[in-house]
Every structure is written in C-alpha cells, then in structure tokens.
C-alpha cells in the first residue's frame, strides 16, 4: 500500500508546478567581505550549496513552494528562516560572528523542520565540532557528556543512552529516519551504529510517543548522517585517531557525489585491545574490532526527494568476565599464553551484525510535503563461550519499519499526520536461550499541529498506539501467551518569546511504553549478562505525566539554558536481584513494577567577557523513586548521579590564512557520590565521588583558502584517577579477594590523536 501510494504521488507531483531558483551573496557582519565556503542547505529537501570565492551561491530546481533555509559558517551564527520561492527568487545573508547567542539550529519537531527557538519541550543539538572534540569509543560514549544524557556501559565497546535516568527501551534511536532496533532489552546490547556516518545528533528529552510510539517515553536520540553535497560537486574524506589507553586506532573513507543522481559510499573500522587503570591493570576481554559499511543512492527533483540507503554494522566484542586468582587478586587471562594487547577475538566473544535497508520519499503535494519511509532491519547477535565457530546464543531478529506523514503549513499553523509502526519476529538458533521467539506487529496513528504568533509558539498533538506481541512456546523453558497493549498518548506546550534574548518554555505530555519480551517471559542466562533472569507475563504497560519548565538566555557576554523536569510513571518496570537466590549456580534477579516519580534540572552557562574566551558550565541531576515504598527499595536501579563539567577554551586562531578555528581548552568532568540505589537483594551499591582532568587543543589547517585538515589531541583522566561509574555493569563483577575491591573498573588515562582530511572536487 505504501508503494503504490508513493508511486502514484510521486506522477502526480511530477507533473505539478514549475521550478524555481535562489541567487544572492552571503558577507560578513560590519565589514562587508564576502564570505566563501559558506553552507547553504534546504533540510526539507535534502540539498544545497557553498559560496563561491566572492560570497555568491546560486540553486536552481527548487520547488515553487515555502520553504526553510539554514545557512551555516564555522565560527558564526546560524541563521534558519521560512522562504516563499514562488515570491522571492533572490537572498542575501549576513553573518555574525559567534558569540554567547544561542545559535538557531534546525531540529527535527513534531510537525517537521522547526527552530530549536521554537520548541517547547528540552532539546540538545549536538553538533559535528561538539562530537568530535571529545574522545570516546562509540557514538553513545560521544553523547554522554551532555547535561541530562548518561550511559549504561559493559567496557568500551558497549554503551547504551540513558535520558534523564530512564534508559533500555524507554529512549528510542533514529538513525536514517527510522528507529534503530537491534534488541536494545540487554544490558550487554550496544547501539549499532558507524559514529563516523553521525554529523550533529539531536537529543529530545521526555516523552516523544507522539512521532515514535512505544519506546520512546524518556526521549528520542535523532543522529544524522552528513548532509548531501552542492550538486555538480564529488567530495572525499580521510579521518583516523589513536587512543594510547587501549591501542585503539580507527579509519574511515568516505566518497560523495552530486550530479545527475546523489551518492555517498563509506567504509569504517576501529579496533581496541584491553584498556588499563590502575587498580586492575589491563582488563582482559575488553577488546574490540567493529566494521561498517554504508551507501546510499537517491535523487532530488521538483517533486521532492527519494533516497535508498544500505547499511551493515558489525562488532565483535570481547566480554569481560571479571573473574579473579584468589591468590593475587589479579583478573584471570582466557586462556594460557593471552596476550593483553591483541585486537583479535578471544573466548568468551561476541558477534553482532546489523544490516539495515532505508527508502525514505519526500514528495511535495499540494501546499505540503508526503513522507513515506519503508525500512527493514535484520539484527544477530552470537555468543561464542567454548568454541570460536560454535555460537552458545544466536538472537536473531527481523524488523520492518513503516512511516506516512504529510506535512503542511499554511497561514502560520504546521500540521502533520500519518500513521507509522513496525513488525518484528525473532528467533533463537543457539543451544542457550533467554527469551523465548515471538512476532510483534504495532500501529499509531497521530496528528500534531504548532502555531507561530507574534511572541507565542504553540504546539500539541495526539497519538493511539496499540501493540499485538505473540510468544512461542519452548518445552520446560518458555509458555505460548499473547498479550496486547494500547495507549493514547499527548503533548501541549508554549514558547514566549518574552524579548529578543529570552525564552521561556513550557510543556505537559503524556508517555507510554509496553513491556518488553525480556520483561514479560524472560527465563535463562548467559556469559553476558553474569546473572540469571526471570520475567513476568502479567506486567502492564507504563504510562507516564511529564512536566517541563525552561528557559534560555543570550546576551553578548553570557548564554544560559535552564530546564526542569517531573515526570510520574504508572506500573514502571524495573529488575532487582532475590537476595540469597542463586539459579544455575548465578544471582538470580526478577523483573517487577511499581509507581515512580522522577525529578531533576539541567543548566547550562556559557560565560565570555572577550569573544576569545569562553567558560562554559553544565550540570544536571536527577531524583528518581518508587513511591510507598521503605528505604531498600525506595530508589529506581541505573539512576545516574549528579554530573557537573566545566570548560575553560581559548580560540587562539578564529580566521587565519593557515592555521584557522585553533583553539586550546582545560576541562574538568565531576561526578558526585550516588547513594541513592536500589538496596533491596544488593541490587545495586553505593558509587563513590570522583572528578577527572581533561585538556585538548585543536585546529583546521588552510591552503588556498580551502581546509585540507582538521587536527586534534584530547587528553582524558590526565591525573590518571581509578574510578568506577554508578552505571558500570562491571562495577559488580567479582571481588578482588587481597584488595577488597569489588568490580572492575574504568579506564584510565588516555590521550586521543585525530586527524581528518578532507577533498572537494
């Protein structure tokens, strides 16, 4: 059905309208010089350009339509705005310099491409210089430095995103517009995606049940890949980095092209041995090797837009069992002749694969935009314990995802509606098994509409949603049962636009998340998750009420953003461990619900008495409880502590003939002590205070006014701290028997070198 509807929109509007064109110069602020290199772009229709050497740009094709613009400039301010092609056919921009504004970003909303400005609910826009400037092992580790943002994580290569202190199935990943699912329920399960393919990312905190359905009750992780080329432009791109910590050393080659079709090819790999600190040494099975490969095919039109993208993910983790010598305390090797730092699997091992095929359509109609995406997923994951080619475990799981909207704005109002879902069947081809097979199917149909007035933007919708899940039978392991769930789900809020420099936000929504297969019928263990499980089939769905309350603040000195949250959630779901029950010869731990009440803030403060000098502060908490409940079971498990960062940067180089955008930093990431944990059974511990010293300093290198390179050194845990994070699952592996130290702890310092070469042609 949705083929056939593509296809026949796409000869309706082919033969609708004519085309139009835009042409004007972009210069800078107060002296007038034309600005080259300039970015362009229409989001709406996946396309732009550059400025010439003389400040000029020139687009033609363009739908006779309105339209939204986003001209961009390292070391500037952003500049977004609504064009009417059919009116204007010429524009000229101005740019500002950078300073403590916030800039206005273009951010995936409710009713399609909005202003950051505008959005009533809290969102972070992550951008491309912001991800790479901080050292991590994937895109999760990347985005955890943000206020509110944590995450859960096995060693270095697993990491998964925790909003607000509500992770697993509760945030949902977007990644090629469709929700990434890669049986995200384990504690051990990454997010499996190419960090290289990730331009800006764009965290939505709270309930995003409106666009996304179930799963998305603590907010949804938008990342998006590099936007498409100029057309008649081929462009390359050489990045690597080393990591002195764990050897870890990565590539990536990408080659683009815009002519009478768009493609973009990219290959990536990235390989780490055991990391280091000093209290265990090298931590044996923390290895890792990943490989990804991505293209895409597409063209773009008067009639909009279509784009096929294929993709393949593939890690291979070691798994870190934390297992001691009782005599030395120190962690025991695989096996006789291991060797710390090699970057080949050893047993215990995983293998996870993911491959993913994306037709996403944009398609002008009428006054507005339809947009169809159809997508299909295929995730395995393998568990290799006593043998390198016998799987123990073998998940294997089949998605497709589907997704209509049409969106249109007309006399100040934006209005989408559609309907979207998935369906999924999983399998299990290992001898061990921890959740039985079942097929799932769900539906939700939504309609959302925003209203800009003269210092008001308003915004709401409504959503149903309604989940059919089947589960198979297995002899003395798992029972045949069907369940079904279904919700409405809502969002109101407002922008006042109080003065040109401030901001003030607020919202009210309602969220909604089904029990998971793990939660509902779980029954079994494996080398991963060092604990046994159970679940439980007559858990309800959650339903949650968020309140958020912000603002944001610029002036020429100083920009602050301020928000605050409480979020009540019925029938929440979490995992504790039976104290003194051991199954299997494993702590044995039992799925189980109750009211919870979550509370916290973020704020952000960037101060700059001088344009080069920038202090920038971030903190965030969150308070999180079961309500009626005595003190060991009063708090919710994987509640992140309070998290502070600080950064002192000096742009030494803002606009140089050869060395530009240089600048040097000293930054400080401070946790506090979490006693705030789930008690009961010895679920969880308390985590201990620590701060770590980090420093970098980074420039774009310029030949012919062209950037041939982007260099960078980041310094990590420079005072070389032994620490464990709250959110650690290896914080609970075995006790060192000499020191007494329980668990396994993180990684110590670590210098990274980065390097990235890029080629316009």
Sequence with gaps: MLLTAMCLSMAIAVAHGQTASLTGCVTHDGDGIALPGVTIFFPDLNTGTVTDTEGQYEISGLPTATVTIQVSYIGHQTIVKDVDLR??????????????????????AFT???????????????????????????????????????????????????IRGLGYNRVAVVSDGIRQEGQQWGDEHGIEIDPDRVQTAEVLKGPASLMYGSDAMAGVLVLNNLPVLPKDQIAANLSTQYQTNNGLWDYSLNLAGNKSVLWDLRWSE?????????????????????RALSGLLGVSRKWGNSTLSLNYFHLTPGIVEGERDSETGEL?????????????????????????????????????????????????????????????????????????????????????????GMWQQSLNRGEEVLIPEYKLFDIGVFATTSRDLDRWTLSGGLRFDNRHIHSMALEDVFTDFSRNFSGVTGSVGAVFHATDRLNLRLNASRGFRTPNMSELASNGVHEGSIRYEMGDQDLK????????????????????????????????????????????????????SGDARLWGAELSVDIHPVEPLHFENSIGFVDARLLKQPLERRY??????????????????????????????????????????????????ATPAYCLLGASIGTQVKHKGKVIANVSIIGDNLLDKAYQSHLSRLKYADVNAVTGR????????????????????
């Excluded at 301020?562 to 104290?579: G, H, M, T, V």
């Design 332 to 420: 025991e090797v695989p096996y006789e002749g291991y060797n710390v730092k090699t970057y080949h699997k050893a047993l215990p091992f995983q293998q996870i694969r993911h491959y993913k095929a994306v037709l996403d359509n944009s398609i002008f109609l009428g006054e507005g935009r339809l947009k169809l995406i159809l997508g299909y997923q295929h995730n395995q994951r393998q568990e290799f314990e006593e043998a390198p080619d016998e799987a123990a475990l073998d998940f294997r799981l089949h998605t497709v995802n589907y997704d209509a909207r049409y969106v249109i704005g007309m006399n100040g109002w934006k209005i989408a509606a559609g309907a979207n």
């Design 636 to 685: 919710l498990p994987c509640t992140p502590p309070l998290h502070w960062k600080s950064e002192l940067r000096y742009d030494l180089i803002r606009d140089g003939q050869t060395l530009t955008n240089t600048f040097v930093a000293l930054n400080i990431n401070c946790y506090a002590k979490q006693s705030h944990y789930l008690m009961e059974g010895d679920s969880e511990t």
């Design 541 to 592: 769905s959650e339903f949650s009420w968020q309140f958020d309350v912000g603002a944001d603040y610029s002036s020429a000195i100083i920009s602050a953003q301020a928000a605050l949250f409480l979020n009540r959630i019925d029938n929440y779901i979490f995992i504790k461990r039976l104290a003194g029950v051991e199954t299997e010869g494993y702590q044995t731990y039992q799925y189980t």
């Design 112 to 162: 399609g491409t909005s202003q950051l400005r505008n959005s009533p609910t809290p969102v972070n826009v992550v951008s491309h210089r912001e991800l790479h400037s901080v050292a991590s092992t994937n895109i999760i580790d990347a985005l955890s430095q943000q206020p509110g943002i944590s995450q859960l994580t096995t060693g270095g290569a697993i990491s998964k995103p925790v």
């Design 87 to 108: 009116q204007t056919s010429t524009l000229d921009f101005v740019m500002k310099e950078s300073n403590a504004m916030i800039n206005e970003v273009v951010v995936t």
């Design 742 to 761: 329980m668990g396994v702890f993180n990684m110590g310092r670590n210098v990274t070198f980065k390097l990235d070469i890029p080629l316009t042609f």
């Design 270 to 290: 990235r390989m780490a041995h055991a990391y280091k600190n000093r209290y265990d040494g090298y931590v044996t099975g923390s290895q890792f090797h990943q």
